[in-house]
């Protein structure tokens, strides 16, 4: 059986229903929620989805459906767009800890520092508290990549953004 991929991304002020009446979309179009992350930013709602849906299916009235959703239930912003397949994203083997006054320029050094040696950020969380703002980025660093220059780099994008960072390794997974 032939399908199609589409991802969905929304925002909008957090309220109890948003997931049920997207998802009540979904199953009417016999769409199926392959991926998904979803969280409150600041008080809105944040839905990122990767669904599969039958080759059949009518993707203009899916999304005229989703978008009708998005309005009753008041989401800023709906965007539902047709992607391709991916190859399996890396196994994290790292988690990337970074503290320290909040300010510009914190996310770009520790991220610029990590895609010059090509690795790949696998999930990447901030949060802004009264005095304190926390990045959390789990990471993939390939195979042959030299460990002690990676956290040279880093150091380095931690003294220049006067934050403190911790790298450590991820134990496998046990199951």
Do not use: W
């Amino acid at each position: 059986m032939s399908t199609r991929r589409f991802a969905l991304c929304g925002v909008g002020r957090d309220r109890p229903g948003i997931v049920a009446e997207l998802t009540a979309v979904l199953l009417r179009h016999g769409v199926n929620i392959e991926d998904s992350q979803a969280t409150i930013l600041r008080g809105h709602f944040t839905l990122m989805v990767v669904v599969e849906a039958p080759e059949a299916v009518d993707a203009a009235a899916f999304e005229a459906d989703l978008h009708a959703a998005g309005r009753g239930l008041g989401l800023e912003a709906l965007l539902v767009s047709p992607i391709e397949a991916a190859a399996p994203a890396p196994e994290p083997s790292h988690i990337l800890t970074v503290y320290g006054a909040d300010h510009p320029g914190i996310v770009h050094a520790v991220t610029a520092a990590l895609a010059e040696r090509e690795v790949d950020i696998t999930d990447l969380q901030t949060k802004l508290g009264e005095e304190l703002y926390v990045l959390l980025i789990e990471i993939a660093v390939p195979a042959g990549t030299d460990g002690d220059e990676l956290e040279r780099a880093l150091a380095e994008a931690a003294r220049d953004q006067g934050v403190e960072l911790t790298l450590r390794g991820l134990d496998p997974d046990p199951l």
